[in-house]
């Protein structure tokens, strides 16, 4: 591996030694070519020499006086005497090259290398790039003396960077010495462009050719040990893209025949696509025996500049895309918990209104109605409804684990969308449905009655009304005046049963009243009809009153002149009147409706008809004794031919009338027998449906219980593995969901308990709703326990503890929670931390410090710790994890040093969705000197680490 910080490491004096030599071997081959070459060694292989003993004698500080050595040596080497002109050529256009590769950061160029340098404020503004720092100010002056100090400050400057100048003076490059020029510019690059050049200890120009040397390596046709010959055929310079840039060019295809097409186009590749200018010019490289070797140098110098940078770089993009990633992850979690929560609440936030109103429109279809939306609400709106909530907790658990892993601060809802909230929310809707489903059968209960009692006021009207039909007209005449003494006595004696059968009518009457007033005080809907209806009535039966009076009144009058009675039909009407009563309360009796609501009601009922039908006897006797008494009187009537004889002064009712009422009456008396027979066998089918529910509930609620017990178990439990928990709760989850065709039986024989109307259960001990609950929280604690035990997989395999450790916690935090609650009291979590051996001191900075961990493990000061804070504390003591200062210096790699980043920087540096999701989260960098489109990188890491 290589980096740009030179150190005090110790070297490979082997590897080091190895490399110079080869270097001397080929410097001495490529002299001996050359024209001026002699057969006497070369004075770098000398100096190279010397270097090595120096390595030797020297240890550890072998590193830094090579350096000066090395520098030395070229110093020496550059006194040997003039350059080789066709060396002094690929000087000029390489060193021209470098040094506007730098300077165009300032905005400015040179043409001509020994004149543009001779003033010194290029030379000047060339170091000041170079290094970072500023040089003092220069003069600027255009006489000879101005130049000289220029430059001698830029030198002066050279110097105080350990660099030594030997024989190179501002009067020279004043003067436009190329030599000198030349060497400056050499010096200058090898202080900061090779020097800084480290790999496996070695620096500078060895350190460089050992890294040409290992990228190469698996090259054919390339073998790299200078820097002269071996690069010729240009299979070095493509052997270095390829290398790191295998995109760019197929080195398959090259050929060591052609050199100049090789070298023009790794030039061409790179002053394209790794924007290093093209400092040599292949045709010359071509041409020359012996290539200048600063010149390949300074360029393959540029090499290994640009590609560790893109590796950093590299690596600097991989940290922010694996920050930002999880960053997206999150925010996608975020907006569906946000988006799940609004629904949810919107729903109960409709449907609880719903279920408080108590109200109906006071009609028996109108409560059916809403009986119906009810079982459509419980059956199909809510179930879905119970999944989303548990869904909904599951997502949150999931988002508040992987924040904690990532060293990201908790996920905070909006107001109102808390899960907590939701859960209040949702309590309020069980708090509304509560009860819900008595109170509206109670309501039809009593609008049932009331229909009942609505309609037999209707009957008795009819009856009373049918009565009093034509009386006001019969008590308004005046017959009694004209007629004999015998027509008077009937009169007065029929008037006499008139007025009996009027009290019998009064007790009618009270009771019209009294269920007129009890549909009142009940809010019957059709009370004003009810109301008028009987108002119609007690006026009629006001003025009945009247004029009975004022009739008896008349009759009396008249009877001290007519005394003649007619015994037999006075003793027709007065045995006539109770039995026509008789069979009127009979006939009324037998077709009035009855409520009731169990057998032993039924039986009741049965018993008393019963009851009734051994008075038929009696009545039957009753019966013929009238039949008997009219027929002796049809008898009589015959027999002395008496006008009017068969018309009975004393009494309305005829034995044409009583015989059509008792037969009605004896028709009457077996439909009675089969109505109470079908109530008793309906009775005997809600009894049927009360059994078959216990049987069916009976089983279901043991078993439901149970199963919340296995879980529970499971849930507070320590096992071998939290997969092996996992698999149980899932095997339960899977027993859950194929129990559930039970709860869908016993809905449905709920549903035929409310169709009969069936208020009480007395052979079991659960209704519907208690098991309704129950199952949900089975299904709610199932899926909360598989949620935390594969978040605490999640944990474990993210912080790389071992299920050994996740037991020993559990079984710490069981210990201590005594009441099997889920969560812990500040002094119980202290209590388990000491048990755990941590050292918690019993003092005001131990205090302080517990503190501080509360914050963390309970950061809503909720008052209690529960066990994913308690397992992520735990973790988190024995994990590393990453900071705000992490990702600040990743993103400043990306900005290549600059305290801002541009939108182009980030599309170039990372995946096309993280760079723009970059883009829309920074805020602008506003400090003067930065471009418009500048990006604040250190105020976003931030944002991802505040808590």
Not at 337 to 355: N, V
Not at 439 to 468: G, N, P, T, Y
Request: glycine residues 4%.
């Amino acid at each position: 591996m290589f980096s740009h910080n030179s150190g005090d490491s110790s070297l490979d004096y082997r590897t080091h030694r190895q490399v110079n030599l080869e270097a001397t071997a080929g410097e001495e081959e490529a002299l001996s070519a050359h024209p001026t070459a002699t057969t006497s060694p070369s004075p770098t292989a000398i100096m190279l020499a010397q270097q090595q003993m120096q390595y030797q004698g020297n240890g550890n500080n072998g590193m830094m006086q090579g350096e000066e050595i090395y520098m030395q040596q070229e110093e020496e080497w550059e006194r040997e005497g003039l350059l080789d002109p066709a060396w002094e050529k690929q000087q000029r256009k390489t060193f021209t090259a470098w040094c506007n590769s730098h300077l165009r950061k300032a905005g400015t160029q040179i043409d001509n290398i020994e004149e543009d340098f001779q003033n010194g404020l290029k030379l000047m503004l060339l170091l000041e790039v170079l290094s970072g720092e500023q040089l003092p100010k220069p003069d600027r002056g255009k006489m000879r003396f101005h130049k000289i100090a220029n430059v001698n400050k830029a030198l002066d400057f050279i110097a105080s960077k350990g660099v030594r100048l030997v024989s190179i003076g501002a009067e020279e490059i004043v003067d436009g010495n190329v030599k000198m020029t030349l060497g400056m510019i050499w010096t200058i690059i090898l202080r900061f462009a090779i020097q800084d050049i480290s790999v496996d200890e070695m620096t500078a120009k060895d350190g460089l050719l050992l890294w040409c040397q290992r990228k190469t390596a698996p090259y054919k046709n390339v073998n790299v040990q200078n820097f002269h010959t071996n690069w010729k055929d240009g299979l070095a310079f493509c052997a270095l893209i390829h290398r790191h840039r295998p995109d760019l060019l197929d080195y398959s295809k090259l050929s060591k025949a052609n050199p100049l097409a090789n070298l023009n186009l790794a030039f061409d590749i790179a002053e394209k696509y790794l924007d290093i200018p093209r400092m040599l010019d292949a045709e010359e490289i071509v041409a020359t025996d012996r290539p200048d070797e600063r010149s390949i140098i300074t360029y393959v110098s540029s090499y290994y500049h640009y590609f560790a940078h893109a590796r950093e770089a590299e690596s600097a993009a991989n940290r922010v895309s694996k920050a930002l990633a999880g960053r997206q992850g999150n925010d996608d979690l975020e907006n569906e918990y946000d988006r799940l929560a609004s629904d949810l609440l919107g729903w109960i936030q409709r449907t609880t209104p719903w279920l408080e109103n108590r109200v109906t429109d006071n009609t028996l279809p109108g409560a059916r109605k809403k009986l119906d939306e009810f079982r459509t609400y419980r059956t199909q709106h809510k179930p879905p409804r119970v999944g989303q909530k548990g869904q909904l907790e599951t997502a949150f658990n999931t988002l508040q684990t992987k924040l904690r892993l990532n060293n990201r601060p908790p996920y905070m809802p909006k107001e109102g969308r808390m899960v907590s909230d939701i859960a209040n929310a949702w309590k309020n809707l069980d708090n509304a449905e509560r009860g819900f489903e008595d109170w509206l059968l109670s309501e039809m209960m009593r609008l049932e009655r009331l229909d009942r009692l609505a309609q037999k006021f209707k009957r008795k009207a009819d009856i009373h009304e049918e009565w009093s039909k034509g009386k006001d007209e019969l008590l308004s005449r005046n017959d009694y005046r004209n007629a004999t003494l015998s027509e008077v006595k009937a009169l007065k004696r029929k008037h006499g049963a008139f007025e009996s059968d009027l009290a019998v009518h009064q007790e009618r009457v009270e009771q019209l009243a009294a269920i007129a007033e009890e549909l009142n005080k009940l809010g019957y809907h059709d009370s004003p009809a009810i109301n008028s209806r009987c108002q119609r009535i007690c006026s009629s039966w006001d003025r009945l009153g009247v004029l009975t009076t004022q009739r008896r009144q008349g009759i009396d009058e008249v009877e001290k002149i007519l005394e003649r009675v007619d015994t037999l039909h006075l003793d027709f009407a007065k045995r006539v009147t109770p039995f026509n009563n008789w069979l009127d309360g009979a006939r009324e009796d037998l077709v009035d409706m009855f409520i009731v609501h169990s057998i032993e009601a039924t039986q009741g009922l049965i018993n008393d008809h019963e009851q009734f039908k051994s008075t038929l006897i009696e009545a039957d006797k009753e019966y013929r004794l009238l039949v008997g008494i009219f027929q002796e009187v049809q008898r009589f009537a015959q027999q002395h031919n008496i006008p009017g004889a068969l018309e009975n002064p004393y009494s309305s009712s005829s034995a044409q009338e009583i015989t059509n009422k008792w037969n009605e009456v004896r028709q009457l008396v077996p439909r009675r027998d089969q109505a109470l027979q079908q109530e008793m066998m309906r009775q005997q089918q809600n009894e049927r449906i009360r059994r078959t529910f216990a049987e069916k509930a009976n089983v279901v609620g043991p078993w439901i219980e149970k199963q919340l017990d296995i879980v529970s178990s499971i849930g507070m439990g320590v096992h071998k593995s939290l997969e092996e928990a996992l698999k149980k709760l899932i095997a339960c989850r899977t027993a859950v969901e194929a129990f559930r065709p039970h709860i869908d039986e016993l809905e449905q024989y709920r549903q035929a308990e409310q169709e009969a109307i069936i208020l009480e259960n007395k052979y079991t001990k659960y209704s519907m709703e208690t098991l309704r609950v129950g199952w949900e929280q089975l299904l709610t604690s199932i899926n909360r326990n598989i949620n935390e035990v594969e978040n605490q997989i999640l944990t474990r395999d993210s912080k790389g503890i071992t299920s050994e450790q996740l037991n020993e916690f559990r079984l710490s935090f069981n210990h201590f929670d005594k009441n099997r609650s889920g969560r812990l009291t500040p002094e119980e979590f202290k209590a388990c931390l000491l048990s755990l051996g941590h050292n918690v001191r019993n003092d005001k900075q131990g205090e302080s410090q517990f503190l501080k961990i509360m914050s963390s493990v309970d950061p809503n000061m909720s008052g209690y710790v529960k066990f994913d804070s308690f397992l992520d504390y735990l973790t988190r003591q024995a994990a590393g994890t990453d900071s705000a200062d992490s990702l600040i210096e990743s993103f400043r790699v990306l900005a290549q040093d600059r305290p801002f980043i541009t939108p182009e920087d980030l599309r170039r540096e990372l995946p096309p969705d993280q760079a723009e999701y970059c883009i829309r989260k920074m805020q602008p960098y506003r400090l003067p000197g930065a471009p418009p489109n500048a990006l604040d990188y250190a105020s976003f890491a931030g944002t991802l680490y505040q808590f």
